[in-house]
């Protein structure tokens, strides 16, 4: 839906700025509860980071966001997203190729990672269903936090208090196992994995998650949480981590449709100008197109950071919020890859991983990591920890259409790498002279396990930081809205005193990523911003 097609005088109960993912599930839980919703997108295609396009005649990728892992499944059931059109695909274990013929593999199946880690180290193979056991219940206490609103415990009214108490009392069992969620936001990966493995390619398996989106390296304190992170997702008939069946923006058009389904208008390239504010309170929107939008409720899904320096202004927030938004860190160093191509990237280990039947029902490894131990993690953050890009970066290739054949023509495939580091700016050089160089060490990189694979690529989309944020308004392209760190979770997340969705101003609310929990495609931001609203309004509850 374009501006034009908005029936003149229309009126809403809440607009919302942004139609990724978290906006689309706030504004389906809010007209579920009988609100009328108005969705601004400032792209010609809903979807934000969770978008399937096309890079190459006959050829559609996940452009940004490739595996499906977080989307919660009451999420997925209460919205019915399956009826409307969402199927998610199986994945392969995580095969990680160590050189030569050599590898490594990570499974759900805790038997089966335990056998691969036994030919690195008997200890590490005994060790790991007792790490594995400590790791679930850890993410179990997170996972039951993810749902919560932040509470900022500096302030002193009944309210706050009785939020507080209520928190406290819902998760009075976790006792002493708290120490472990201390344990994960304050160690390093490494410091963390040592205290249980030996072997530096087994703990490798593990810290690479810690590197993942972040600008950090395993042995950066607090980087243990970031592992946590990945692997908080909770699947029920949809499966664990796997492809989307059509691609991620599968997922958004799910959400899109049942939006719709519930009287939910989207209007697509309406770039947002401003929040207006009068008295304290927003009232309105309007489009760099001329459009303004009113309501009693504005609710962004754009980074905070935008919100409130550019859409918002410094002369609406105090000072402290502006002191504070500014340095919310969202400097990044993620790249992104898809690749059109005649076959997947031949590996040196691929016959001897099928011969050991590492694949299972696979014939081809869907999922892989690049990073053979944790030095090799270590060196590709230095490399960016000093200014550059990773002379080998690690990597994670997927493929798809081994599963998924809507997504390229019969016979070819399409490959999504994602990886770092490379900076958002490099000291002492121009991305725009070295976009080239760095696009042939990630091919190199590639090579080195795969040879040949470039002779196989018909066409690449490269994605460097700088490009993410000009493409989907993320600054700094950070893809979670900001970095995992301690000072930034919970109810530090994005600023002190406004974690609860809420912002200094009235009337306006925050649904995305750069909220708690964080990025990743779970839907929970958007659905805890939505209660929050309608506890407000007194509306029912989503």
């Known amino acids: 839906m374009r501006a034009a097609d908005i029936t003149v005088g229309k009126t809403y109960d809440a607009i919302i700025i942004g139609a990724g993912h978290n906006g689309l599930v706030c504004a389906n839980y809010l007209a579920r509860a009988g609100q009328k919703v108005l969705v601004l997108e400032r792209r010609d295609v809903v979807g934000g980071a969770a978008v399937t396009e096309e890079i190459a005649p006959g050829f559609r990728a996940s452009i940004f966001s490739y595996l499906m892992s977080l989307l919660h499944p009451r999420i997925i059931r209460e919205l019915d997203l399956k009826r409307h059109g969402l199927e998610v695909l199986p994945c392969s274990d995580m095969v990680s190729p160590l050189g030569g013929d050599d590898y490594i593999l990570f499974s759900d199946n805790v038997q089966k990672s335990q056998a691969s880690f036994a030919r690195f180290s008997k200890h590490d193979a005994e060790i790991y269903p007792a790490f594995d056991r400590y790791l679930s219940e850890a993410a179990n206490i997170v996972r039951k936090l993810l749902w919560e609103t932040p509470v900022d415990p500096t302030r002193r009214d009944w309210r706050t208090f009785k939020d507080g108490a209520s928190l406290l009392w819902r998760h009075r069992k976790i006792g002493r196992k708290m120490y472990r969620i201390v344990d994960m936001l304050t160690m390093s990966a490494y410091d963390f994995l040592r205290e249980w493995f030996d072997d530096e390619r087994v703990m490798a398996v593990l810290a ?46 799910a959400l899109a449709a049942a939006a719709r389904e519930k009287g939910v208008d989207i209007v697509t390239g309406a770039a947002i100008e401003e929040v207006r504010v009068s008295g304290g309170r927003a009232t309105a929107v309007s489009t760099k197109g001329g459009e303004t939008y009113a309501a009693k409720t504005i609710i962004s899904n754009a980074s905070a950071k935008i919100l409130y320096l550019d859409l918002v202004g410094a002369e609406h927030l105090p000072e ?68 550059w890009y990773s002379s080998r970066p690690f990597i994670t290739p997927v493929v798809p259409t081994m599963v998924d054949t ?41 090579e080195d396990y795969a040879p040949g694979f470039s002779s196989d690529v018909i066409e690449a989309q490269f994605l460097l930081p700088q490009d993410i944020e000009n493409i989907v308004n993320l600054p700094q392209g950070h893809i979670f809205h900001g970095e995992l760190s301690t000072d930034q979770l919970f109810f530090q997340r994005p600023v002190s005193g406004y974690a609860d969705y809420r912002t200094p101003v009235k009337g306006l609310y925050i649904c995305g990523s750069s909220m708690h929990p964080g990025g990743g495609v779970s839907g929970i931001p958007g659905f805890n911003a939505a209660r929050e609203v309608l506890r407000d309004i007194g509306g029912r509850r989503a």
């Open 208 to 253: 690479y998650y810690a590197s993942i989106g972040t600008f950090a390296g395993p042995k950066s304190p607090g980087s243990a949480y970031v592992i946590m992170h990945h692997i908080m997702g909770e699947h029920e008939g949809a499966g664990g981590w796997g492809f989307i069946k059509g691609g991620m923006g599968s997922i958004t058009q």
């Open 320 to 387: 402290e919020v502006v002191r504070e938004i500014r340095g919310y860190r969202t400097f990044s160093t993620a790249f992104k890859m898809n690749i059109a191509c005649e076959r997947p990237p031949q590996y040196r280990m691929l016959e001897r991983v099928r011969r050991e039947g590492g694949l299972g029902n696979f014939t081809y490894p869907t999922y892989m990591h690049i990073a053979p131990d944790i030095d090799y993690l270590e060196r590709a953050y230095d490399d960016a920890k000093h200014g």
């Open 406 to 446: 809507t997504l390229a023509p019969e016979g070819k495939h399409v490959v999504n790498l994602f990886g770092g580091h490379a900076p958002y700016t490099l000291k002492d050089g121009d991305w725009t002279k070295e976009k080239d160089n760095f696009r042939k060490v990630v091919f190199d990189t590639i």
